[in-house]
DNA sequence: TATAATGTTTGAAC
DNA sequence: AGTTCAAACATTAT
């Protein structure tokens, strides 16, 4: 569920809510729900891999960590840990973190650092990767606040299509190939969204979750990278390694 | 059945 | 006081 696109999915599917009253609620958050029944909600946004209810003085902000899940018009077995009711129906969230924010989405999300919105800044992804030179490239991907809504399988899938080893320094890459990694964490997030709408995704992986590369037949490395720790499949014939 | 996985926050330890 | 890191959270497919 976690990555930006997927959220994108989601905004798109709750767009009927948009506008609507929040007529009741329930839940197991702990957060105070009691506040929501009556507000308004203003619009629904994302930004990167956060999901934004957002009412007139308050945003709530979804975030489905590595397992949350959400149903429209329907119910799991589970009770949800929120559950928003309207008149044309109900929104509900399980298993994720719910937060109140207080402020508007303009003043605490900025729109150009989320690699699906249209007013993604590639200009500004470089100068912030210029600011950590001796980042491992594998990190710098999953950074949200340079790459908001890349996720683990969009760093593998990124960094395999551009041919880059995955504990390449920053700092140490090529400025134009630098532009080619930033140019795909963005089109490559798009090309994921379509798939995922189709339910065609996995299809379409080249390394992640992969035994061998399909371009040299070797078998992939598979290796927990960066401090991160997060698991990186890695043709070590295909992917350049710069250090 | 045990394990690992699309992730982040928190708070203890250093 | 700043950093680092393990723990916590929670679901599902393999």
Redesign the pocket.
């Known amino acids: 569920?976690?990555?930006g696109p997927?959220i994108v999915l989601l905004k798109e599917a709750a767009i009927s809510f948009s506008g609507k009253e929040i007529l009741s609620v329930e839940g197991?958050s702990k957060i105070d729900m009691h506040r929501f029944p009556g507000k308004r909600v203003e619009s629904i946004q994302s930004w990167?891999?956060?999901f934004l209810i957002v009412c007139d003085d308050f945003i709530i902000r979804i975030?489905?960590?590595?397992?949350?899940?959400y149903r429209i018009n329907e119910r799991?077995?589970?009770?949800p840990?929120l559950s928003l009711q309207f008149e044309n129906g109900e929104l509900n969230f399980?298993?994720c973190?719910v937060k109140i924010l207080e402020g508007r989405p303009e003043d605490l999300f900025d729109p150009e650092g989320d690699v699906m919105n249209d007013q993604w800044n590639p200009e500004k992804a470089k100068s912030k990767l210029e600011q950590t030179p001796n980042a491992e490239i594998c990190d710098a991907l999953?950074e949200?606040d340079i790459f908001?809504g890349?996720?683990?399988?969009?760093?593998?899938e990124v960094l395999y299509r551009v041919q880059v080893h995955p504990e390449s320094l920053v700092g140490k890459i090529p400025p134009a190939k630098l532009d080619e990694i930033i140019y795909e964490a963005r089109n490559y997030s798009f090309q994921f969204l379509e798939w995922?709408r189709n339910f065609e995704?996995k299809k379409h992986w080249l390394c992640?979750?992969q035994k061998t590369c399909r371009r040299c037949e070797l078998p992939f490395s598979?290796k927990?990278t960066g401090?991160?720790?997060?698991?990186s499949f890695i043709c070590v014939k295909c992917q350049e390694l710069y250090v």
């Open positions: 569920m976690p990555e997927s197991n990167g891999k956060q975030h489905f960590l590595l397992f949350g899940s799991k077995e589970q009770p840990r399980y298993a973190s999953l949200q908001a890349v996720g683990n399988i969009i760093k593998n995922k995704l992640h979750n598979r927990h401090t991160k720790n997060r698991r």
